[in-house]
């Protein structure tokens, strides 16, 4: 990842948890690395145990507190039981990056019932389930951050993407409503809504299809995944304490508000 | 060791910042002390912590005053 410089961490290189869901590769890896250097004991988790694996060995390998876990957020008990582990071996994980997410894209014609629900599952059902599991640890230590990685998507839509889109607005509703909770803790609650950026999942798109989403975009190329990292750093850092139930948009230009 | 009652009544002048004079056994959490919803929500996991139990949240949401936290505790640790 490029080095966009650190935070002034000032609370967080005390060792504070922070847990990242989906962090195996492209964004939440960045975002998992990132916290890491911050001074954060970084827990990411995968849906498989390759996965899990693979976390364990970057942190390992960049000299970093914490590890992988492997963990579908679709899964309750699995939900609950993770953060408990987590707080048992680091402690309360006072940091929560809600990153997992999938894609089932169909235009609303030909889209089936199970693409419709495995996305909202996955990519807004699981916001319910981890961040409740969390706010224990957070309300107790009168100290939190929440962020939930959005999308452009969410604002703008995308035909083909209407389960997608609904799951990334929904989300960003929830996190405003729990700003609203959980103010009065200092627990801060936020989304970053990335563009396109430059993963796994946008290197599938064909050259013409990627020539022609650049094109919308005025900062003319993807985003890195370590700019989303650098942005969810400062979001989670004592900087940004003042900065909850925002949704910040990070694209390039693409969606102005 | 202290009482139950006296127990409970220390958590929730802690926990609300009252003084524990003003924990009377029959006061409501809500009414009387001041406490929001989120309040209730850390007093009960305060309780949990000091009886080292755990309390189902439908059981949870009836303790709404000093005297259903003494009973509550008292009928299911004593």
Redesign the interface.
Known sequence: MSDAGSNDATASDTGKVALVTGASRGIGRAIAERLAGDGFTVVGTATTQAGADAISGYLQEGGYQGCGMTLDVADQVGVEAVVKGITQRFGAPLVLVNNAGITRDNILMRMKTDEWHSVIDTNLNALYRVSKACL?GM??ARWGRIVSITSVVGAMGNAGQSNYAASKAGAEGFSRALAR??G??AITVNCVAPGFIDTDMTRELGDEQRDSLVRQIPLSRLGEAAEIGALVGFLCSDNAAYITGETIHINGGMNMA | MSSIEERVKKIVAEQLGVKEDEVQTEASFVEDLGADSLDTVELVMALEEEFETEIPDEEAEKITTVKLAIDYITENLA
């Open positions: 224990r309300t107790k909770e959980l009065s803790r």
